[in-house]
């Protein structure tokens, strides 16, 4: 089994940002790690408090991933990234795993922001 992050900001506190910004992360993650819904075990959704017009798991459901999913907000840590989702997905297999950082998430970890 593997473990891959992932983070994403959203423009804006809709259900379409939310659930592009969503569908985007997914897609990323899962063109750079070469895996989909077959693979994964399971995926945690968490969201930074400024952002619950919608769940995560609705715009990854609509993109075919019908694993079990769950939406938790985060920690509102004062100064800590804004308008930010993070996804943290298992998956069966084994090989490298690229942890996929977009947009103003670069920031969190530009360690691995370069990795896809």
């Known amino acids: 089994m593997r ?3 992932g983070a994403i900001t959203v423009e804006q506190n809709t ?4 659930t592009a ?11 750079t790690n070469r895996v989909g819904p077959r693979d994964t075990i399971s995926m945690f959704f968490t969201l930074t408090p400024d952002l619950d ?12 991933w019908d ?3 769950l939406d938790m907000q985060e920690v509102p840590v004062p100064g ?4 930010c989702l993070r996804v943290l997905l298992h998956v069966e297999g084994r090989g490298p ?5 977009l947009g103003g998430a670069r920031a969190l970890r530009p360690d691995l922001a370069g990795e896809s």
């Open 3 to 5: 473990a891959i992050r």
């Open 15 to 18: 259900d379409d940002a939310i």
């Open 21 to 31: 910004a969503t569908q985007e992360l997914l897609a990323e993650v899962a063109r």
């Open 53 to 64: 017009a919608v769940f995560p798991a609705r715009g990854a459901r609509a993109m075919g």
């Open 67 to 69: 694993v079990p999913m």
């Open 80 to 83: 800590a990234l804004e308008r």
């Open 97 to 101: 795993v690229h942890h996929c950082y």
